[in-house]
């Protein structure tokens, strides 16, 4: 028993010596990756490899990386040693209730990542979230120094409130089912807390409360993370330091212990707590926490960098460069401004007469370029510019903003009405859809009528028009670009996709949505006047959005109908064919041929051009629905939800106009066969 005592302290000793060792960056021969992410001093792999608080562990089975010393393993996403930051995965603290006040299983989420105090929570990238009913939750971060209020020196949270099942929403995270808030700078870990609340009435639907930090770009709240795993784990930013004996550089700079141990490195003061960071000087990169790990950058070879111009002769210097002109030349400034030839007076002569020259043709050039703006305008005016300018909501979009996109490189989709191109305009990091429809004079008022329906519209489940070019004969169009495309490509082109069933509703209810909005939502009802799936677009999530508005039209309230929408065959109502009255009832009928969702057979298809009347005969006498359905779904679902939704396609292209439902009534009917 004496014996281990003795060891104790011994092996004390040798973890201290080894921790020195690290700190003098004898990294030789450690490990320098785990997987493809690299490990860079002061963290480190393996005894002697890293500073102290800053160990990583390395799965090597699965090639991932842990912080060292945690109750429960905490992968690491990033590791920057230029930004002092790192990105791990944490877990969401919870407590769940088997009554009204009663909890069954509860956890705080801490798991000690910060035992060395190193870290600490990003208040510039994260936030706090708490979700449930009824709920409460905070973080309680850093015990208190002093004689605080408090035992803990960080407090922060929100509440949550419900008023039944239906409360909550996707996509709002405003207090009902989900709420948020900034965090403060200076928190040490990721302890949560909740003040408890009688939740007898939300237990079928949110049984348990979670709190969690989160990265604020990472996170949207739905409606099912209500009933989250609780081994969910969240991405949470994290600032680190040199956190010993809370040092600022000046005084860090004294002790043998300071970690800017390169030369051409430099300290400078934690932006979240205490202690310091090291950056190579300006002109060096590399590693300041290493002897020697500052490097010289070349400035010579990143000649195309914009940060060092030079358009003379380059020349390196230690922590910077030099930019000369070559012999016989000269500039005012040869980094940015080319170095011109020393002429002589006969050169001077030649070089006016050119000059003169050049100036003739600048002015010709200025005749050329007002022709062409008065053109440009010309256009401008006869494509409904002045209307379409008091459109807050539709942005114009010079020609020349448009041309980089509208390059055959970056063409997606070409067919009788014009090309597609994907691109991105100025200074946006999202992608756009450029239009640039045939020339064809029976567009024109298509493209005016575009316009304008879609200046009315704003709905997430239609696509949204950005802007417009009118300086062209052919005005171009300017949309938001959805990544995955139409879904009849996604259900029948040559690279289908696997679509389940809860997918598939989801489409079809998100869908009904946007036409409800259309048909009932806004002070002038539209009809789309042409619902097909290549006319319903889907992003990367699989939310759909309904597009191409060129044939649609605004109604008043005195009107009931319109006669001049041209639809496609086989999605366009019997009724407006027969009578040329095209009625919302007339895009309820095309929306029920979208039974295509669930079948996965073209209606055009020459094959099953009877699919209609089969589906129709079929689902009035309910027998054999299931051998409609398209095989990859028939065992995801009951007979029960196969035979509603059947029910509600077959009261949609009912031949009896006024036996169709209501757009509004089809959505919440779809939305509860969802559910």
């Given at each position: 028993?004496?014996?281990?005592?003795?060891?104790?302290?011994c092996?004390?000793?040798?973890?201290?010596?080894?921790?020195?060792?690290?700190s003098?960056?004898?990294?030789?021969?450690?490990?320098?990756?785990?997987?493809?992410?690299?490990?860079?001093?002061?963290?480190?792999?393996?005894?002697?490899?890293?500073?102290?608080?800053?160990?990583?562990?390395?799965?090597?089975?699965?090639?991932?990386?842990?912080?060292?010393?945690?109750?429960?393993?905490?992968?690491?996403?990033?590791?920057?040693?230029?930004?002092?930051?790192?990105?791990?995965?944490?877990?969401?603290?919870?407590?769940?209730?088997?009554?009204?006040?009663?909890?069954?299983?509860?956890?705080?989420?801490?798991?000690?990542?910060?035992?060395?105090?190193?870290?600490?929570?990003?208040?510039?990238?994260?936030?706090?979230?708490v979700?449930?009913?009824?709920?409460?939750?905070?973080?309680?971060?850093?015990?208190?120094?002093?004689?605080?209020?408090?035992?803990?020196?960080?407090?922060?949270?929100?509440?949550?409130?419900?008023?039944?099942?239906?409360?909550?929403?996707?996509?709002?995270?405003?207090?009902?089912?989900?709420?948020?808030?900034?965090?403060?700078?200076?928190?040490?870990?990721?302890n949560?807390?909740?003040?408890?609340?009688?939740?007898?009435?939300?237990?079928?639907?949110?049984?348990?409360?979670?709190?969690?930090?989160?990265?604020?770009?990472?996170?949207?709240?739905?409606?099912?993370?209500l009933?989250?795993?609780?081994?969910?784990?969240?991405?949470?930013?994290?600032?680190?330091?040199?956190?010993?004996?809370?040092l600022?550089?000046?005084?860090?700079?004294?002790?043998?212990?300071?970690?800017?141990?390169?030369?051409?490195?430099?300290?400078?003061?934690?932006?979240?707590?205490?202690?310091?960071?090291?950056?190579?000087?300006?002109?060096?990169?590399?590693?300041?926490?290493?002897?020697?790990?500052?490097?010289?950058?070349n400035?010579?070879?990143?000649?195309?960098?914009?940060?060092?111009?030079?358009?003379?002769?380059c020349?390196?210097?230690?922590?910077?460069?030099?930019?000369?002109?070559?012999?016989?030349?000269?500039?005012?400034?040869?980094?940015?401004i080319?170095?011109?030839?020393?002429?002589?007076?006969?050169?001077?002569?030649?070089?006016?007469?050119?000059?003169?020259?050049?100036?003739?043709?600048?002015?010709?050039?200025?005749?050329?370029?007002?022709?062409?703006?008065?053109?440009?305008?010309e256009?401008?005016?006869?494509?409904?510019?002045?209307?379409?300018?008091?459109?807050?909501?539709?942005?114009?979009?010079?020609?020349?903003?448009?041309?980089?996109i509208?390059?055959?490189?970056?063409?997606i989709?070409?067919?009788?009405?014009?090309?597609?191109?994907?691109?991105?305009?100025?200074?946006?990091?999202?992608?756009?859809a450029?239009?640039?429809?045939?020339f064809?004079?029976?567009?024109?008022?298509?493209?005016?009528?575009?316009?304008?329906?879609?200046?009315?519209?704003?709905?997430?489940?239609?696509?949204?028009?950005?802007?417009?070019?009118?300086?062209?004969?052919?005005?171009?169009?300017?949309?938001?670009?959805?990544?995955?495309?139409?879904?009849?490509?996604?259900?029948?082109?040559?690279?289908?996709?696997?679509?389940?069933?809860?997918?598939?509703?989801?489409?079809?209810?998100?869908?009904?949505?946007?036409?409800?909005?259309?048909?009932?939502?806004?002070?002038?009802?539209?009809?789309?006047?042409?619902?097909k799936?290549?006319?319903?677009?889907?992003?990367?999530?699989?939310?759909?959005?309904?597009?191409?508005?060129?044939?649609?039209?605004?109604?008043?309230?005195?009107?009931?109908?319109?006669?001049?929408?041209?639809?496609?065959?086989?999605?366009m109502?019997?009724?407006?064919?027969?009578?040329?009255?095209?009625?919302?009832?007339?895009?309820?009928?095309?929306?029920?041929?979208?039974?295509?969702?669930?079948?996965?057979?073209?209606?055009?298809?020459?094959?099953?051009?009877?699919l209609?009347?089969?589906?129709?005969?079929?689902?009035?006498?309910?027998?054999?629905?299931?051998?409609?359905?398209?095989?990859?779904?028939?065992?995801?679902?009951?007979?029960?939800?196969?035979?509603?939704?059947?029910?509600?396609?077959?009261?949609?292209?009912?031949?009896?106009?006024?036996?169709?439902?209501?757009?509004?009534?089809?959505?919440?009917?779809?939305?509860?066969?969802?559910?």
């Open positions: 028993m004496q014996t281990s005592f003795i060891l104790a302290p092996l004390l000793l040798l973890l201290a010596t080894a921790a020195a060792m690290a003098k960056n004898n990294t030789s021969g450690c490990p320098n990756h785990c997987g493809t992410m690299s490990i860079q001093y002061p963290f480190g792999i393996g005894s002697g490899c890293f500073r102290n608080g800053f160990e990583i562990t390395c799965d090597d089975s699965t090639n991932t990386p842990f912080l060292a010393g945690t109750t429960r393993p905490v992968p690491v996403n990033l590791l920057s040693i230029t930004t002092a930051e790192a990105r791990v995965m944490l877990p969401v603290a919870y407590e769940c209730f088997v009554s009204g006040e009663t909890v069954s299983d509860s956890s705080d989420g801490d798991v000690h990542f910060n035992s060395h105090d190193v870290y600490r929570i990003s208040n510039a990238h994260n936030q706090l979230v979700l449930g009913c009824n709920t409460l939750g905070y973080t309680q971060s850093q015990h208190s120094e002093g004689n605080g209020y408090y035992p803990y020196g960080y407090y922060t949270g929100c509440m949550s409130f419900c008023n039944g099942s239906r409360s909550a929403m996707d996509g709002a995270c405003a207090g009902v089912g989900c709420c948020h808030v900034d965090i403060p700078p200076g928190l040490t870990n990721n949560m807390a909740f003040e408890k609340y009688n939740h007898t009435a939300a237990l079928g639907f949110s049984p348990c409360d979670y709190a969690f930090l989160v990265d604020r770009d990472h996170y949207t709240f739905h409606v099912s993370d009933k989250m795993g609780k081994d969910t784990m969240m991405p949470v930013w994290l600032d680190w330091a040199i956190r010993e004996d809370d600022s550089c000046d005084e860090a700079r004294k002790t043998k212990g300071y970690a800017c141990v390169s030369t051409n490195s430099l300290c400078r003061d934690s932006s979240n707590g205490p202690e310091y960071v090291c950056n190579c000087s300006d002109g060096y990169q590399g590693n300041p926490y290493i002897a020697g790990g500052c490097t010289d950058i400035e010579c070879e990143l000649s195309k960098d914009p940060k060092y111009p030079c358009q003379g002769i020349e390196n210097t230690p922590g910077s460069y030099e930019c000369k002109c070559p012999s016989g030349t000269h500039s005012a400034n040869p980094r940015n080319p170095c011109n030839p020393n002429f002589p007076l006969a050169a001077k002569v030649i070089t006016g007469a050119i000059g003169g020259l050049f100036i003739v043709a600048i002015v010709v050039f200025i005749f050329l370029l007002g022709k062409e703006k008065r053109k440009m305008k256009f401008f005016r006869k494509n409904g510019g002045p209307i379409i300018e008091r459109v807050n909501k539709i942005k114009l979009f010079k020609k020349e903003e448009l041309e980089p509208l390059k055959t490189s970056n063409r989709g070409q067919g009788g009405f014009g090309e597609v191109y994907k691109g991105y305009l100025r200074d946006e990091i999202r992608p756009v450029v239009k640039k429809p045939k064809d004079s029976r567009l024109t008022d298509q493209f005016a009528n575009e316009v304008i329906i879609q200046s009315r519209v704003l709905h997430k489940n239609i696509v949204n028009l950005i802007g417009c070019c009118l300086e062209v004969d052919v005005p171009i169009l300017v949309y938001e670009y959805v990544s995955n495309g139409s879904l009849d490509k996604i259900l029948h082109g040559r690279n289908r996709m696997p679509l389940d069933l809860d997918l598939r509703l989801q489409i079809a209810a998100q869908s009904a949505k946007g036409l409800a909005y259309m048909h009932s939502e806004i002070t002038t009802p539209i009809l789309h006047g042409d619902v799936p290549a006319n319903i677009l889907l992003d990367e999530d699989f939310v759909p959005k309904i597009s191409d508005f060129g044939t649609s039209r605004m109604i008043t309230i005195e009107e009931n109908y319109t006669s001049t929408i041209i639809g496609n065959w086989g999605y109502d019997p009724e407006y064919v027969q009578t040329g009255l095209y009625t919302s009832k007339s895009d309820v009928y095309s929306f029920g041929v979208l039974l295509e969702l669930i079948t996965r057979k073209k209606v055009l298809d020459p094959v099953i051009s009877n209609l009347g089969n589906f129709y005969d079929t689902c009035t006498t309910k027998k054999g629905v299931i051998e409609l359905v398209d095989p990859d779904i028939s065992a995801q679902g009951t007979i029960g939800i196969f035979h509603s939704l059947a029910e509600i396609i077959v009261q949609c292209i009912s031949l009896d106009v006024d036996l169709r439902p209501e757009m509004v009534d089809v959505a919440q009917r779809l939305q509860l066969l969802l559910k």
